[in-house]
Structures are given as structure tokens and as C-alpha cells.
């Protein structure tokens, strides 16, 4: 059992306590709070590395937050920001999640007065050794129109005494072999999954070649990525040969457990190459907006050995909408590769 330490050390907890306690934000615009605390703050060994998140609405009027926004259960995508005394993020492990477009029972109601509770285990889902780090929180809506919510101060967490992290490190798969099907996959969705699978290389050769010809910026590159610059094209063209590359010969895993019909698929970035597939999946077109095929190269764009691409952004509107405000994230974000490979409507 993995059980917190209490700190020996009078000196530590005296510099703790010269230090924030928890760190309130408040996210003025809307009048949320974030709150941030640690029920232990200087930890020794291999313990959970708890913390506390605490969300309250103190304006006048009820807020509609998304589920992932928030640290319900299993994390759907990095909502905190930890570094090091350097500066250096820690690596997030958890999963990265497609989400199909929010619907009634994806939204959280928070009414004026009240607040949502939750603890977390920052170890489960982020590379943790030693050091000193500061927690920031960040539940980003990813969706055109809705704010993010933001903790305003970090929280201060020192960890000593840790074992050495065992870390998947997702070592480059061995030659191509056929594609193996986990989570009872019906005959009839192996059969769509592997007709998916080839459109997916495709696209993502199709695209490869499309950008290696661009000479000069064009329609269908600035309305997905932005503003051109040869160092973001070249990221992008070679995020798409790492993907047509993978989709060729890399051992491909397809999972059928997940049900959830408000999620297409997600994949553990350090776990290539296994992609699992929801709910939403199966109502998609093979090919075109938000297909399945598409669906397959923005998961296999997540993987840190292929492209290592974030979610900044879900849908089509919510893309260009960040293609035009930060061009950087847009070469960072899944959708974008995905919507720029399926080019529909066709762009030139």
C-alpha cells in the first residue's frame, strides 16, 4: 500500500509554512475560483502526491463547465502544469481523449454559492522524482466561446526519497505485422478498423506529399495551422511523415472495451502504439469530418515517438479559431492534423 510520510524535518515544515499554503486563483472574468491545496506538502518516499482542487463560483450568475474541465476520476488530459525548479515540465501519462461535441450530460452546472471538491493523485498521471515543483491548475474548455478555468498561484510541493521512476518510454515498434484487435472487437469492427486503418495511412501519406510540394503559403494550410513560417511547416510536414511512417510499419493495437458515447477514441502518449476506441467511433463516416479514418491519425499524432501533439483545441471552428490566435499550438494540436488531413471541405 502507497501511504504518505510526514516530514522529520522542523526546519521543512517551517519553510513551508514561510511559503503559500494553497494557492487561490480566481478566475475574474467569470467569477470562478480555482483553489489549490496539499494535505502534505513535503513528502518523503514513494507516497501519492496528493492534491486538493477546489472550484467555486463566486459571481452572481450559474456557470456551465464541461466534465473535462475538471478532475473527475481518470484525468482526460493534462489539467495541471507541474515544474521543476528549472522550469522543466513534468511528463504527463495519462490519456489524451477525442471528444465528440459536448452534450447534456457532459456539462456541470455551478451555481452561484456553490463549489465542486475533488483530490487527485498527481503521481498517477505525471513522471514525479525528486525535486521541488510547483502545481499549477488549467482545465481548458478546448471549445470555440467557453473560458478556460485557470488557478491564478501555484502550489509548492517538495519530494524526496522517491524510487527511480519506471517509465514507459514507448520504444519504436519492431517490423509492420497485421494489426491486433483487443476488448472484444465484433468481426464486423475489426473489418471497419482495418478498412479505417488503410484510409488513415492515406490521409497521412497524402498529406506528407501535399506539404513537401507546398511552395507558398495555401488555403488549406493557413485555415488549420496559421500564419506560415518555414519552422512550423517543416514541423508539420515532418508530423505527418512520422504518421504515414507509423501507420506503414508500425505493430498497430486497436482496443473496442470503451462505450462512452460522448468520446471517440484516446491513447496513453507513452504507449504506442494502442489506440483505443469509443463510443462515438462507431456513428462516424469513414471518411471526412471527424471520420473514422481521420479519428486514427490524430490519435497516432499523439504518440511521443510519432508526433507528441496535444489537444489545445476540439472541432473544426474551435481549430481555425487557434490557427489564427497562436499558429504554435496549431502545429501542436491533434485536430488540426487531423481536419488539415481530411480536407473536407477541400481546400486548396
Not at 487561490?24 to 518516499?45: D, K, N, R
Not at 507541474?82 to 477525442?98: H, S, T
Not at 452534450?103 to 521541488?132: F, I
Not at 510519432?306 to 476540439?314: Q, S
Request: with cysteine; hydrophobic share 40%; aromatic share 8%.
Amino acid at each position: 500500500m502507497r501511504h504518505h510520510i510526514e516530514p522529520v524535518s522542523v526546519l521543512s515544515v517551517l519553510a513551508l509554512a514561510a511559503c503559500a499554503v494553497a494557492s487561490p486563483g480566481v478566475f475574474a472574468a467569470t467569477g470562478l475560483q480555482v483553489h489549490l491545496s496539499a494535505p502534505v506538502q513535503v513528502m518523503q518516499g514513494d507516497g501519492e502526491v496528493l492534491v486538493e482542487v477546489v472550484v467555486r463560483n463566486t459571481g452572481e450568475r450559474t456557470h456551465k463547465l464541461q466534465r473535462w474541465q475538471l478532475p473527475e476520476g481518470l484525468l482526460h488530459g493534462p489539467l495541471f502544469r507541474i515544474q521543476g525548479e528549472r522550469g522543466v515540465e513534468a511528463a504527463y501519462r495519462g490519456p489524451l481523449v477525442k471528444r465528440a461535441a459536448p452534450r447534456a450530460q457532459d456539462q456541470v452546472l455551478l451555481a452561484p454559492g456553490e463549489q465542486l471538491s475533488y483530490r487527485v493523485d498527481l503521481s498517477r498521471d505525471y513522471a514525479l522524482p525528486d525535486g521541488h515543483y510547483t502545481v499549477e491548475y488549467l482545465g481548458r474548455a478546448r471549445v470555440a466561446g467557453q473560458a478556460d478555468l485557470a488557478s491564478a498561484e501555484p502550489l509548492s510541493l517538495w519530494l524526496s526519497g522517491r524510487s527511480p521512476a519506471v517509465q514507459r518510454a514507448g520504444v519504436a515498434g519492431a517490423a509492420a505485422g497485421p494489426i491486433t484487435f483487443t476488448g472484444n472487437c465484433t468481426a464486423g469492427e475489426q473489418t471497419d478498423l482495418t478498412t479505417a486503418v488503410g484510409k488513415a495511412g492515406n490521409y497521412s501519406t497524402e498529406s506528407k506529399k501535399y506539404l513537401k510540394a507546398m511552395g507558398a503559403p495555401t488555403t488549406r494550410y493557413t485555415t488549420w495551422f496559421g500564419a506560415y513560417s518555414a519552422a512550423r511547416h517543416d514541423r508539420v510536414r515532418q508530423n505527418f511523415s512520422k504518421v504515414a511512417q507509423a501507420f506503414k510499419k508500425k505493430p498497430l493495437t486497436l482496443d473496442c472495451s470503451c462505450n462512452d458515447n460522448g468520446v471517440y477514441a484516446y491513447v496513453y502518449p507513452n504507449d504506442p502504439y494502442k489506440i483505443y476506441l469509443c463510443g462515438a467511433f462507431w456513428t462516424a463516416p469513414m471518411t471526412g469530418t471527424d471520420s473514422k479514418a481521420g479519428t486514427l491519425v490524430h490519435e497516432m499524432s499523439h504518440f511521443t515517438v510519432v508526433a507528441g501533439t496535444n489537444d489545445w483545441a476540439y472541432g473544426q471552428t474551435a481549430a481555425k479559431a487557434l490557427a489564427i490566435d497562436n499558429p504554435d499550438r496549431a502545429v501542436d494540436n491533434a485536430d488540426s492534423h487531423e481536419y488539415f488531413a481530411e480536407n473536407t471541405p477541400a481546400q486548396p
